[in-house]
């Protein structure tokens, strides 16, 4: 058995800021996250054609902006003029779409965790990585705790590895690649990860003391109810990515 690995994180983290409560992956989000009294935040973060990292889940632009077409190929200047917020709400309307240096800085002047997930433009796994391994390299102080990189892209996960050895990652995964979950192992070893964090339903008693036998933590995503909640508890998992920032209390 391997030495779990520290896990200097709360149980609780806030899905793209606030979940579904506000506009998510913008600077209201997070803002509302922590008035529910979230101390750590995922976000989302991929390339814009200029190089500049920026909050978004999705490639297309249409879910969650006024606009259509691939993020990735538009400039900062370009995605910084979008409305990220009408789509959820009025209250929401000309929300910004921020950069991922915005939300890092807001973060360490609040004293906040962050686990920014690599979330790549197709074709820009490795670059992706790079990127946010040197920004987060170079703004984090190393005596904070660090931020967590998590991705479903190894080659993300490498490319953070090789610009930022010193900030741990977890590899994601939505499904196990074979029952036992030895072959996702493997590659979160090779990565030299500290965690998975899993579709919540494939937890289960022996998976979880697989993982901490190897020495991984484990993480969940997205809980958003009561039963699911208490039974990753209870499994012993680590942390619970939630969009319910307005129904779990951090401090529980």
């Known amino acids: 058995m391997t030495d779990l690995a520290p896990w200097p994180y709360p149980r609780w983290i806030a899905h793209r800021g606030a979940g579904k409560l506000a506009p998510e992956n913008t600077l209201s989000a997070f803002r509302l996250g922590a008035r529910h009294g979230y101390r750590m935040f995922e976000c989302d973060a991929k390339l814009s054609r200029d190089g500049v990292l920026f909050l978004m889940h999705d ?60 979330k790549p433009t197709p074709g820009q796994e490795a670059a992706t990585g790079r990127a946010v391994g040197e920004l987060l390299g170079a703004l984090w102080p190393q005596d904070a705790v660090p931020p967590l990189l998590s991705s479903f892209q190894p080659a993300s996960l490498a490319g953070a590895r090789d610009t930022a050895p ?36 494939l937890w289960n008693t022996p998976l979880v ?44």
């Open 209 to 252: 003391a697989k993982m901490h036998g190897a020495g991984l933590r484990c993480a969940s995503y997205t809980v958003n109810d009561e039963r699911a909640a208490r039974h990753l508890i209870a499994l012993g998992t680590d942390s619970i990515i939630t969009d319910r920032v307005d129904l779990f209390a951090p401090g529980d």
């Open 59 to 118: 490639t297309d632009l249409q879910r969650t902006t006024n606009a259509r077409g691939t993020g990735g190929d538009r400039t900062m200047g370009e995605l910084a003029q979008l409305d990220a917020g009408s789509w959820h709400s009025r209250a929401y309307a000309g929300e910004p779409l921020p950069t991922l240096e915005a939300l890092v800085r807001w973060c360490l002047a609040n004293h906040l965790c962050l686990n920014v997930e690599i």
């Open 166 to 201: 010193r900030l741990p990652r977890a590899l994601l995964a939505d499904r196990l690649a074979d029952a036992a979950g030895d072959v996702d192992l493997c590659t979160a070893l090779k990565l030299g990860c500290i965690a998975m964090v899993l579709n919540h339903a």
